[in-house]
């Protein structure tokens, strides 16, 4: 990211393949990027990470423009589209790589994700605790390009009609003000 104009927020919520295809409908999102983050091995690839032996998280790292949406609406984004209460699974999904996590970039955004996660659980906003983490951003790696736009160029599979477009149905219906 090159722009001083724009920030990065990266967010782990289960298939990166699912929130990448819900934040890229986000007007002020410039792109979207999946990868992963928060493991102890340098440039891992996909296979790697799904074994669940480099502590990786499948995440994305969004860059948008904090005048057009702020952080905070898309903390209310990544809260709604997945479930922050289930440690290390969404849905069929199970595994270390499949935490709900945000890794912060600064201290604003560490603030801003704490708070966020203080006023859910005082609204009992979830029947259970919220397990989401909260973690500095050290590293991002760039999932393979295959990875990349995949709802989008991959919209016939069978995963991406029966998981990802309707999830991405609900989330337009519920947050069509923030639609491009």
Known sequence: MNDPNKEIAVFGGG?????????????????????????????????????????????????????????????????????????????????????????????????QASAFIEKLQQDTVFEKPVVTQIKPLEEFYEAENYHQNYFANNKNQPYCQMVIDPKVQKFRAKFANLLK
């Open 15 to 111: 298939c990166f393949w699912c929130t990448e295809a819900i934040f890229q409908s986000l007007r002020g999102v410039v792109s979207v990027l999946p990868g992963y983050s928060g493991g102890t091995k340098p440039n891992p690839t996909y296979e790697e990470v799904c074994g669940g032996n480099t502590g990786h998280v499948e995440v994305i790292k969004i860059e948008f423009d904090p005048e057009q949406i702020k952080y905070s609406d898309l903390l209310g984004v990544f809260f709604a589209t997945h479930d922050p209460t289930t440690m290390n699974r969404q849905g069929n999904d199970v595994g270390e790589q499949y935490q709900s996590v945000v890794f912060y970039s600064n201290d604003e955004q560490r603030t």
